[in-house]
Structure formats: structure tokens, C-alpha cells
């Protein structure tokens, strides 16, 4: 575990060791599929709807992202996994975190990181409840009931799946009870949550404090 002790707290990220395990990272893809999940998010938060995928951090030996994500050279498609984040530092993708503002325990969260990994990716839910999830809302926004939504996906059911969003919310929901709707998957429940700061990454600084 790297000593974090020494390093400030800053509303960009640019040094490696200002990363902690549980951090939530969210990404703001460029490719197809990401603008579109992008479009539908927009529709109902401008502020959070850039923000097509997110995961956990993991600190090691190296720096791990833990996502839900595609799986590529198995069987299955897709799954929570942990990828380096070196992967994201090269993207063209924009990187913000997102930091629980109270102490917690790095090696407590950890459990709850394991406890999903490998559990398949739902893409019902992304290719059919969240279009009309987000669809419900923006109708919602036009007629002036910011609240109205409508799910059909998982309420109370086991879970055998997930999606990104899902998974993250999901680990410090089980470790903090702070996120009831981890199942809606939606990134704007962690961007506007009075517990969580966001800062940006600078991917250049980060890269290169890796290499110091």
C-alpha cells in the first residue's frame, strides 16, 4: 500500500500516490458506443451524463482499475474485472475521481471489490431498462417532474449480474449503506452525492510521476 500521508488533498489529480483504493474513477470515453451512452445520459444531467463508465481503484503494486467491462480472449463477454490504469492514462478518454470525504478502512473496501469480481456484465439492462430509465427521465425534466423515472430492471432480486456503474455504486453501498439505487446504475447519484468530492485527473502529470 503506498503512503498517501504526505500528499494534499487537490481538485486535480496529479501525482499517483494522491490515488486511493476505493476511489470511484469515472471516464468520459470517445468511442461509439461510449458517445452513445453519453447521448442518453445527457438528456437527463448535463453535468454527469459525459461520464459513460466508471470503476473502482485498486492500489498495489500497480494501479488497477476494477470495472465491469468487456473481457476479451474468453468465453465470456464481459465482466468485472481489474485493468491496469495505465490503459486509461494513454486513451484519449477524459478521467475524473470521485473520493468518499470521510476516512474509511482501504482494507475493509477491499473485500467488497472481490466479493463481485467475475460477475457477467448485464446488458439488458444497459441496452434496454437504462434507455428506459433515461427516456422516462427526460420526459420527466420536460414536463417539469425532475423525479418522475421509470425501472424496470432488478429491484430486490440476487445479484448475477451488473453493469459498471452498477458495480461500483454496489461495493460502497454493502461498505457504507450510501447508495440504495445501486441497481439504476446511474452515474449522476455518485457525481452529486454530498459524500463524494470530485477532482480531475491529469492523466500527463500522473504518467509521469509513474516514471519518476
Not at 18 to 45: E, H, N, P, Y
Not at 110 to 124: G, L
Not at 184 to 205: C, L, N, Q, R, W
Amino acid at each position: 500500500m503506498y503512503n498517501l500521508s504526505n500528499i494534499q488533498p487537490a481538485k486535480s489529480i496529479t501525482h499517483y500516490k494522491q490515488l486511493q483504493t476505493g476511489d470511484i474513477i469515472a471516464v468520459s470515453g470517445t468511442a461509439w458506443l461510449s458517445k452513445r451512452i453519453q447521448d442518453f445520459q445527457l438528456l437527463v444531467d448535463p453535468e454527469s451524463g459525459k461520464m459513460n463508465h466508471s470503476g473502482l481503484i485498486f492500489m498495489d503494486d500497480d494501479i488497477w482499475v476494477f470495472e465491469a467491462d468487456i473481457v476479451e480472449g474468453y468465453k465470456i463477454k464481459a465482466a468485472v474485472k481489474p485493468t491496469l490504469l495505465f490503459k486509461y492514462l494513454v486513451s484519449e478518454s477524459e478521467l475524473f475521481i470521485f473520493r468518499f470525504k470521510n476516512t474509511y478502512s482501504k482494507k475493509a473496501i477491499k473485500r467488497y471489490m472481490f466479493k463481485y469480481m467475475a460477475v457477467p456484465y448485464e446488458y439488458h439492462n444497459l441496452l434496454g431498462d437504462q434507455i428506459i430509465l433515461k427516456l422516462s427521465q427526460w420526459i420527466g425534466k420536460k414536463i417539469g417532474k425532475p423525479d418522475f423515472e421509470i425501472w424496470l430492471g432488478r429491484k430486490n432480486r440476487i445479484t448475477k449480474r451488473l453493469i459498471c456503474h452498477e458495480y461500483a455504486q454496489l461495493v460502497w453501498h454493502e461498505f457504507k449503506g450510501i447508495f440504495p439505487d445501486h441497481r439504476k446504475g446511474k452515474i449522476s447519484t455518485v457525481v452529486h452525492h454530498p459524500d463524494f468530492e470530485m477532482y480531475e485527473v491529469d492523466k500527463k502529470a500522473v504518467l509521469q510521476s509513474l516514471t519518476e
